[in-house]
């Protein structure tokens, strides 16, 4: 695929391995939001409105609150607008025009849809104040019937992983082309929840156990700039990075003179660049201060170890 500017990128041959991966790490482990275990639509759709401006942990107290007294869209047509707007206000939702479109969207949905929501991104997005972003995501988490979501999260997992250049329609066609057909539920889910506790703008590519290790190519070169992470000192993981790359490496290998063990941990190593010589062997003087490697000197080069 190429980009706007004809940038190539590609995703990786293997589409497949990526998304069973990725799925299975979700489905073993994920953060556990009430909304997560609903497919009504309503009840989404309120969430994702509140989600807009409020912090996912406030959301999580409005929301039930929000439900307990208007548990259906019937419900809550039939509710004075003042009532929902106070609500709004007293739970500081932000802007109360949001409680007045949620509010005009209820009434449609018994007034004009016979009290069915619509099911594509499209029909939902006839819904007063639900623009693409809210449809695309109440068709996916109601219905499993929604596009790719991409939103920031999103955005840096995809120009991490792949290298997908930082442009709008080359991340949009990056993530529906990653989107298992019509498992947008679990997918949408899935790599958000990625973005959000492992790939997040300081990554925990290993503490976190990323799914996408073997593909990631900010994994493979140690560089971990993004769209929202515009230089490298915005965080200091890199270092941790490569101390657990090294580990890894010495495991498998029994021994490593410095300049292979250099190759192997990071594509742009060159013995007297600035991630060279030097560089490693700083990082392994700390690692044998920590007794976690041993470094022995033979024919003029380096060996390491792991200290076993
Ligand atoms: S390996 Fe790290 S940088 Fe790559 S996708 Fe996973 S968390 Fe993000």
Known sequence: MSDADGEDWTL????EAVQTALVEWYEADHRSYPWRETDDPYAILVCEVMSQQTQL??????????LERWPTTA??????????????????LGY???AKYLHEAARQVEGEFDGEFPETPEGLQELMGVGPYTANAVASFAFDN???VVDT?????CYRAFSVPDDDGAFERAANTLLPAGRSRVWNNAIMELGGVVCRKRPRCDEGGCPWREWCDAYESGDFTAPDVPTQSAFEGSRRQFRGRVIRTLDEYDELTLDTLGHRIRVDYTPDGEYGRDWLSELLTDLADDDLVTLTERDGDTVARLRR
Do not use: I, Q
């Open 12 to 15: 990786p041959e293997t589409l």
């Open 57 to 66: 942990e406030r959301v999580e107290t409005a929301w039930a609150a929000f």
């Open 75 to 92: 419900d809550l047509a039939a509710a004075a607008r003042a009532d929902v707007v106070g609500f709004w206000s007293s739970h500081s």
């Open 96 to 98: 109360n025009n949001r």
């Open 146 to 148: 929604g596009d790719a």
């Open 153 to 157: 999260n999103v955005k840096r997992v």
